[in-house]
């Protein structure tokens, strides 16, 4: 009955513009409409999968501000048990390494956690190594890139493929794992999943009381720094090739010419 | 005095669905239309995830929820471009009537198939020659030993060839006085005597208008849903969610139209701007925002009113949310297809067919005349003319 802790985060939509604040170069929350991060959806599946076939408990965190509640109350939706939102002011503008130092010591307040589960990337930060450093201050084995996972007893099978191909690992519980675009599909909340989201506990804690020290974390604590930032650039319009029976050889024509092929 | 922002499950149903929706979306709707075929995978995977059975109560497997959270449904498939017209008769009329006035075992036999959507069932009350007086209608039921034998026409019945049975309502011999008097009965597809044929329209749409042939159909004694006498009450609490399901259904067609639109608006350019930068775009766009949200507000508040159980305030507001949503959903399409200019009309994108789509909007399935009659009457108490 494996007890699994899933990392979720609320990203700004893909959809919709993103942009950094003026001030301090941090997320601009407002400008956005806000998400729960897709690939936090896979985790959150991959678990209920496992959930399903083992039993045990799926336990969303979230570190992130007030509103985060939605990307958390999105996950219970699904069917995760309960959930930890670590809400704290001082945890504004964090980076990477102070975010997975808090994410670390809120799962260890929970007690025999088999499993973490967690997005391979964020969609919004893209920095890819959150889990891993997870796993470090942890102390547990990590087995990223997952496109498939199988639990057995007290050991964790991963099919990891990245773009140098597929590696087979093995790991014994507890351990970390993230996972890539191709784990699955996620469900959608079901409308009685929708109705039970809002009776699931949700423990909100703050930097305090996982005995994390406030200097440690926030903007003016943070081991990197945006210096600058600029939009980018507009697209360029596309070349229109007319197709007059000889389509096919102008698109060659074109490619070669880009040197693509 | 309520509070006019919805629940915060509410707002989450409406997420669910619009992400189902966005999956599938108007391209994939109109394909599947022109080539003749079924969205049969989205009510099956919406039926699964319990979004059809939201007011199905959970005793028998659905959500306990409200016609308030399946309009909300209904609204965002439609937002998306791929409405599922048959959630205003299944569901809606028929899950409510059996709910509110079947008997146990006929809750038994039917609202677990609601529930999943596993089950589609149209309604039938619509005549050749009684339209929207249903007082004329002819459809008769007439007892033999323990049976019904049911004879009559009916016509512009959606959806028969994709559902299990029809909610026929027809009329019954009172014994005593000899007058007819309507009742509801469940009418399985595959009867004998039981046919249908579709009737062509103009209309780009998966789901069918069919005219419906009862003749001798025989039918045990429990196809008539509930009691016999209570067969106007029936009516009456089926049609407001209808009426409710209607308008949301076209508020969510105006408001797919007029998102196309805006980006249209917003990405073409043959001047300086994008063309949403001109006025004569922006304003009608505008327009339809306001008016699509109007309409919205008041599909809300019959819905909450229905829900609170004061149908006689849900019928007042359900006629008026239908005519607005019926107003606004045309005004939106007339609006996105004028700002799409020649590809207004181009299937590529889309629009053209939302023209016919959103016109039934302001005939079915009541008329604009006839909630126009309504409020003459109930409303404002004026004389009537028929």
Redesign the interface.
């Known amino acids: 009955m494996p007890n699994i802790v899933v990392l979720v985060k609320q990203v700004p939509d893909t959809y919709s513009e993103r942009k950094l604040s003026e001030g301090d170069h941090t997320l601009d929350r407002d400008f956005a409409d806000a998400v729960l991060d897709e690939i936090n959806e896979r985790a959150i599946e991959e678990a209920l999968q496992i959930k399903e076939a083992h039993d045990g408990e799926v336990t969303v965190l979230c570190v992130g501000p007030d509103r985060a509640t939605d990307a958390i109350?999105?996950g219970l939706?699904m069917g995760a048990d309960k959930a930890i939102h670590v809400l704290d002011d001082a945890l504004h503008g964090s980076d990477l390494l102070q975010t997975a130092k808090v994410l670390a010591a809120a799962i260890r307040t929970v007690e025999d956690v088999d499993l973490v589960i967690a997005g391979n990337e964020a969609s919004d930060g893209a920095g890819g190594a959150v889990p891993a450093v997870v796993a470090e201050l942890l102390g547990y084995p990590q087995l990223t890139h997952a496109r498939e996972v199988t639990v057995d007893g007290t050991t964790v099978k991963v099919t990891r493929e990245t773009e140098d191909g597929l590696t087979h690992l093995e790991a014994s519980l507890p351990a970390v794992v993230s996972v890539g675009e191709k784990i699955n599909e996620p469900r959608?909340?079901?409308?009685?999943g929708?109705?039970a989201?809002?009776k699931k506990p949700v423990e909100t804690v703050d930097i305090a009381d996982l005995g994390v020290d406030a200097g440690d974390v926030g903007l003016a604590n943070a081991w990197s720094t945006v210096v600058e930032a600029a939009p980018k650039p507009p697209r360029e319009a596309g070349q229109r090739v007319e197709d007059d029976g000889d389509g096919g050889v102008k698109i060659a024509e074109y490619l070669v010419g880009q040197k693509l092929i | 005095m309520n509070t006019f922002t919805e629940s915060e499950e509410r707002q989450a149903l409406r997420a669910a669905v619009a992400d189902l929706g966005r999956r599938y979306g108007g391209e994939w709707f109109q394909r599947k239309a022109r080539g003749g075929e079924k969205t049969t995978e989205l009510w099956t995977e919406a039926g699964k995830l319990g979004y059809l059975g939201v007011n199905v109560p959970e005793e028998y497997g659905g959500g306990g929820g409200t016609i308030g959270d399946l309009a909300a449904v209904c609204e965002e498939l439609s937002a998306a471009g791929c409405g599922l017209l048959l959630m205003v008769v299944s569901p809606a009329i028929c899950a409510t009537i059996i709910t509110r006035f079947g008997t146990d075992e006929q809750k038994q036999a039917w609202l677990p198939r609601f529930a999943d959507g596993s089950l589609r069932m149209a309604f039938a009350i619509t005549e050749p020659d009684a339209g929207s007086n249903a007082h004329k209608l002819t459809t008769t039921a007439r007892r033999d030993g323990d049976d019904w034998v049911l004879n009559g026409r009916k016509v512009f019945i959606s959806g028969v060839d994709e559902a299990a049975a029809v909610l026929v309502v027809g009329r019954t011999e009172d014994a005593r006085t000899g007058r007819l008097k309507p009742a509801l009965f469940i009418v399985p597809t595959d009867a004998p005597g039981f046919e249908y044929q579709p009737i062509e329209m103009d209309i780009v749409s998966p789901d069918k208008q069919f005219m419906l042939f009862l003749d001798d159909v025989r039918l045990p004694a429990d196809a008539l849903v509930g009691s016999q006498d209570a067969a106007l009450m029936q009516l009456f609490a089926g049609l407001n969610p209808e009426r409710i399901m209607a308008a949301s259904f076209a508020v969510g067609m105006g408001r797919y139209a007029l998102d196309r639109a805006v980006a249209y608006a917003g990405d073409r350019s043959v001047w300086s701007t994008p063309i949403g930068a001109h006025q004569g775009i922006a304003h009608p766009l505008a327009v339809a925002k306001i008016e699509l949200e109007l309409a919205k507000l008041m599909t809300q508040k019959a819905a909450a009113l229905y829900d609170s159980g004061d149908d006689a305030g849900a019928g007042e507001s359900a006629n008026m949310a239908k005519y607005a949503a019926a107003e606004a959903s045309i005004k939106a399409v007339d609006a996105a297809v004028q700002a799409h200019g020649g590809n207004g009309l181009t299937a590529e994108y889309g629009m053209g067919a939302l023209v016919a789509a959103s016109r039934v909007n302001r005939i079915a399935p009541v008329s604009r005349e006839m909630i126009l009659n309504f409020v003459a009457q109930n409303t404002l108490g004026l004389p009537k003319s028929y």
């Open positions: 109350r999105k939706s959608y909340p079901s409308f009685k929708i109705m989201a809002k």
